[in-house]
């Protein structure tokens, strides 16, 4: 403490008697992270859903497979588990689990923790659970679905599903291994030890967690034991910064050593900072335009064909979004497996009005409802503005998030403009909410479907092939069914997506292998080094 | 005070019983208005808040729920029940102390306020001293200067306070005196060297780290604060200084400062001798209340600075339907002002001589 103490006398001192830029530079081994972080409700893997949440798990946990932040582009990587084996029926895989790695408490990783921690998130049933229940696992029936002995954990599904799909899967946040013992004994009322474990944290991952003060700021440390090496980054601290020219002040001054929620604006004036880079990183979320059924005139295929040409692709993206959003017209977001590159609509008023005077449609009006986000609005009013010269009237209401979204899920929205993230690193996790509705009556309430609160009737061959992508084991065949499906898809389906999300990370010079997460994950911290 | 009861002591005890039942029952009376005060403010908050077009279940589950899940959180968090139980049981809870969970930060609203209303009571206490130290004097002076320059100077800057967007005012403060100058530190509370360093006591960083003892802590905290304080200042500053003008104003013209003029009371005697005395007992009530309005009204300041305040607890309650958040924190602003209340009460008898 003495120590601390008169390091920081003398970095005051330094800090008042030199120049006023000396009086901020992060410690080198302290990354400082400026980002919102206001929607992490939860940290226990089990239940965590958000970004930022995820953001803190992904470091705090390590799973059975998990991506290499130095080559997200290979996949996912083993990482507890050392190898793993499909059975002849593939129906079960095997991973073998490695010996030493240990949990911050202390304990040894097992198969059993491994196990367990599957099992729990099984039976919690919170949202994201449905990335593991999709493999047929049930409160009931998970014990002896998933099984360890020894160093091996055994997983049964009810299907011989993709191995690409189940492994993804498993990188998932809710897949992380936690601490049985140590949670157990934080165990209220047979919870699981859930409510311990939304604000501590039992995992084995590079980094413990410190601290987390809601709203404010969230404190990780390196954890000296890691089974891969204690990371360089002795401190990871993210502080919660909601406006970008505060990041952006705080990053020219030094004060921070990466931001993360930068405008365009801000990016444009920063990049010209000496001691500044912008790093460009595609996430997973979509952009996309959903035009709901059930609206009479959007209905019209002629209408659905009109309106893909009727979005000035490069317009908005060498504008307002500029930076933020690259054109990308299919729902499997760059980095997955069978991503189509093809983009076949252009911006062209004049094929938008003969496509619709083809169809004999003189005209007519829309009332959207569309989140007040500016990058919302204004697509929507750029949107409005192309409709007008043919002769459509779009008339938008703004609303908070939470309400686009009531109504949306209500299937009240007719023109719906938004984003939606990938919640695993399959292509399913896409293809089976923009291209499977199995059932598009109102009384089947398939909420969480896109395609159903667009009220879009997908045919049946489209969704027999999304659910037969998830069975075939070859993993080429497997891409070129997607591939299928994006095609049918682009050619008719009113659901159109528009841009995908580019993450501008400022970052002081000095900081090395920044991963956000790309479009498959979340940030990763322990490769990152700061350098001169 | 000189003539003394002709009846005497006979009837003294008498009195002072009757005396201590009025002032029992005053007292009681009071308790009880407050009481019915707050009640009914929990009351509004709540109905506003069920109303509110945002489904509060939807910000626990997520958008991806199934509608089991969803459904089980509904009914785990009550909003099966009859609007009128809801209430009941609400109130019930809070007389117990418990406020229940937040839904935006997943952890006990007592909990989450024990963490923000210190910050913000440390920028607003501030904000406030800086508002007084510079508004009351530049009132003063306006008023016994009529038309003079520091009349028109302080007309000016309080207009500018009055007008500007308290927004734009936080980021041009930040971008020249943190972004240009680097006289203050940036948002935030703390830099990050200090950060976690000050054992928490009262929640204050200013307070904390004078009692640990560690006086860079304190000048980091320092400056950090200054900046965000000022601003709060200056529009209390702007507020205060205008309503001192017109107290001042109003005693100035009254005729027991004619008096006192042709008395030959010299003009300083006359002005804070006499005129300001008489204005102490509104000021307080200005001040108390801007205080007030300071510790609910600085979402802004709170959002610019990074401030991880009261204001900015409840407005990202409100946006994501958290009504526990929503109403705790409105709880904790409405027994403020009945405390500030009931302090500028208590400060009157001091500097009202009626009253004693």
């Known amino acids: 403490m003495t120590y601390h103490l008169t390091t920081r006398a003398m970095l005051l001192a330094s800090a008042l008697a030199l120049a006023p830029a000396a009086w901020a530079e992060t410690p080198a081994d302290t990354l400082v992270v400026a980002h919102t972080i206001d929607d992490i409700i939860s940290l226990d893997p089990a239940q965590s859903f958000e970004f930022a949440g995820n953001d803190v798990n992904n470091n705090t946990y390590d799973r059975l497979v998990d991506f290499d932040p130095l080559d997200p582009d290979a996949g996912f990587q083993p990482s507890l588990a050392t190898e793993w084996a499909v059975s002849e029926d593939g129906l079960s895989i095997t991973f073998t689990l490695r010996e030493d790695a240990t949990f911050h408490s202390g304990n040894p990783v097992r198969a059993a923790d491994a196990a367990w921690s599957l099992q729990r998130a099984v039976k919690l049933d919170k949202t994201p659970a449905f990335i593991l229940t999709q493999f047929g696992f049930t409160a009931d029936n998970v014990d002896q679905m998933i099984t360890a002995d020894g160093n091996t954990l055994t997983l049964t599904m009810d299907k011989p599903y993709a191995p690409s799909f189940v492994l993804n899967c498993l990188t998932a946040n809710i897949a992380s291994v936690v601490d049985m013992e140590t949670v157990m004994a934080n165990e209220v009322d047979g919870d699981l030890g859930n409510g311990w474990l939304n604000t501590n944290e039992a995992g084995s991952g590079a980094y413990v967690l410190s601290a987390w003060r809601p709203n404010e700021a969230v404190q990780l440390t390196s ?84 309106m893909k040409h009727l979005v000035d692709y490069e317009g908005i993206t060498g504008s307002f979004l500029k930076g933020q959003f690259v054109t990308h017209q299919t729902f499997l977001p760059l980095g997955y497996l069978g991503v189509l590159e093809e983009q076949p609509w252009t911006y062209d008023v004049e094929k938008a009005r003969q496509i619709l005077t083809d169809a004999g449609i003189e005209g007519g009006t829309i009332t959207t409802r569309v989140r007040d986000l500016r990058e919302y609005v204004d697509v929507a009013q750029t949107l409005q503005a192309s409709m007008a010269q043919v002769g459509l009237t779009l008339e938008i209401e703004q609303m908070t998030g939470a309400q686009v979204l009531d109504a949306y899920r209500a299937r009240e929205v007719p023109i719906f403009l938004g984003e939606w993230g990938p919640d695993y690193s399959d292509p399913n996790t896409n293809a089976a909410t923009f291209a499977f509705n199995p059932d598009n009556s109102d009384e089947a309430a398939a909420v969480g479907l896109l395609a159903w609160r667009n009220a879009y009737e997908v045919p049946a061959e ?25 095609r049918q898809y682009q050619a008719e389906a009113p659901i159109v997506p528009l841009f995908q999300r580019i993450e501008q990370v400022g970052m002081r010079d000095g900081v090395q292998n920044w991963w956000s997460g790309g479009a498959i994950s979340s940030v990763m911290y322990r490769q990152v080094t700061k350098g001169e | 005070m000189a003539l003394t009861d002709p009846t005497g002591a006979a009837t003294q005890p008498s009195r002072r019983r009757a005396l201590t039942r009025r002032r029992v029952r005053s007292v009681a009376g009071t308790v009880l208005s407050l009481a019915l005060t707050l009640l009914g403010l929990l009351l509004v908050t709540f109905i506003i808040g069920r109303v509110m077009p945002i489904d509060p279940v939807l910000k626990v589950v997520g958008d991806r729920a199934t509608q089991a899940q969803y459904d089980a959180a509904y009914i785990a968090m009550g909003l099966d029940q009859p609007l009128i139980m809801q209430f009941l049981s609400y109130v019930g809870d809070v007389l117990r102390g418990d406020f229940g969970r937040s839904i935006s930060t997943g952890q006990p609203v007592a909990q989450d306020i024990a963490r923000v209303f210190p910050a913000t009571f440390e920028l607003a206490a501030l904000g406030t001293f800086i508002g007084v130290v510079i508004g009351v004097p530049l009132g003063v002076i306006a008023a016994a200067r009529r038309g003079g320059i520091i009349d028109q100077v302080a007309r000016v800057v309080a207009l500018v306070g009055y007008s500007m967007p308290i927004f734009w005012l936080g980021l041009m403060g930040l971008l020249i005196f943190y972004g240009m100058l680097g006289w203050v530190g940036g948002p935030g509370r703390q830099g990050i060297l200090y950060d976690g360093m000050v054992p928490t006591v009262t929640g204050m960083v ?23 304080a000022s601003l709060l200042g200056y529009y209390s500053l702007a507020y205060i200084s205008r309503m001192t003008r017109s107290f001042m104003l109003e005693q100035l013209s009254a005729e027991y400062v004619t008096t006192a003029r042709v008395k030959g009371l010299s003009e300083r005697a006359v002005i804070w001798g006499h005129a300001f005395r008489n204005i102490a007992i509104p000021l307080v009530t200005v001040i108390a209340l ?67």
């Open chain 1, 223 to 306: 954890y000296e034991e890691y089974w891969q090496g204690a990371p360089e980054m002795k401190r990871v601290i993210v502080r919660n910064v909601a406006e970008s020219s505060a990041q952006r002040l705080l990053l020219e001054q030094g004060d921070i050593d990466v931001a993360r929620n930068l405008t365009p604006t801000d990016v444009e004036s920063i990049a010209a900072v000496d001691g500044v880079t912008i790093l460009d990183e595609p996430r997973g979320r979509i952009l996309y335009m959903g035009l709901n059924q059930k609206d009479e005139l959007l209905s019209n295929p002629a209408v659905i064909e009109a």
């Open chain 2, 206 to 228: 200013l307070v904390d780290s004078l009692i640990a003892g560690d006086w860079g802590a304190f000048r980091d905290a320092f400056s950090h604060i200054i900046l965000p």
């Open chain 1, 462 to 486: 489209m969704n027999e092939a999304t659910v037969a992508a998830t069975l075939e084991q070859d993993a080429d065949a497997r891409a070129a069914m997607y591939q299928d499906i994006q």
């Open chain 2, 290 to 356: 801007s205080f007030g309005s300071l510790l609910e009204g600085s979402v802004l300041t709170e959002i610019i600075f990074s401030w991880p305040g009261l204001g900015s607890y409840i407005t990202r309650g409100l946006l994501s339907g958290d009504m526990n958040a929503v109403l705790g924190g409105t709880v904790v602003v409405g027994v403020c002002f009945v405390l500030l209340n009931l302090f500028s009460d208590i400060l009157y008898r001091f500097l009202d001589p009626r009253s004693t």
